[in-house]
């Protein structure tokens, strides 16, 4: 006959997940996806990040039309 596993472990112990390498890979793994997808989504917006105002260029060519004479 099978053991009983409710009288081998308590509920608290039974929820917990096991340690170990497969733990650790997955953990190191993920990580790293994580830091490549921060580094891609970086690199694909980083002029938009370096602009400090969204309307830079429109801004420049709108002030050219408002030379007036000096009084």
Request: zero cysteines.
């Amino acid at each position: 006959m099978a053991p009983n596993l409710a009288t081998r472990f308590n509920a608290a112990r039974a929820r917990q997940g096991r340690l170990g390498r497969d733990v650790f890979w997955v953990l190191l793994i993920s990580t790293f996806l994580a830091f490549v997808a921060l580094l891609a989504s970086w690199g694909w917006n980083a002029g938009r990040l370096a602009a400090t105002e969204p309307d830079h260029d429109a801004k420049a060519a709108t002030a050219q039309t408002f030379d007036a004479a000096a009084p």
